[in-house]
C-alpha cells in the first residue's frame, strides 16, 4: 500500500456502513490481525486510484478517437520508424526460423 497513507496527517470522517458490510471489515481485520480502519483507508485509496486509472484511460481514448487521421495523429517520422522497426523484427524472425 502507499506509504503516505500512514505517514501523512490524517482527518477523520465518518463512514456509516451497512450492517454487512461492517462485519465483512471486522471479519477481514481480525483474520489479518490489522485495524479496521487501515484495511477501511486502504481499501479506499485503491479505490480511489482505480477511479483515477479509469478517467485517465477514458481521456486517452476519447483524445485518440477524436485526433485519428488528423494532424495530431501520429507524428510521421515516429510512425514511419516503428513500421520500419517491425519490418526489420520480421525480417530477423524469418532468418532465425531458416537455421
Known amino acids: 500500500m502507499r506509504k503516505y497513507i500512514t505517514t501523512q496527517p490524517m482527518k477523520n470522517m465518518h463512514v456509516p456502513l451497512p ?8 471479519t477481514e481485520a481480525r483474520r489479518t490481525r490489522r485495524p479496521a480502519t ?7 485509496d485503491l479505490w480511489l486510484a482505480e477511479q483515477h486509472r479509469s478517467a485517465v484511460h477514458e481521456e486517452v481514448a476519447t483524445y ?4 485519428a487521421g488528423t494532424g495530431d495523429d501520429l507524428d510521421r517520422d515516429l510512425e514511419a520508424a516503428g513500421i520500419d522497426l517491425l519490418r526489420k523484427t520480421k525480417r530477423k524472425r524469418k532468418k532465425d526460423g531458416d537455421r
Open 19 to 26: 450492517e454487512p458490510v461492517y462485519q465483512r471489515l471486522r
Open 64 to 67: 485518440a478517437k477524436e485526433a
Open 38 to 44: 487501515v484495511l477501511a483507508r486502504e481499501a479506499i
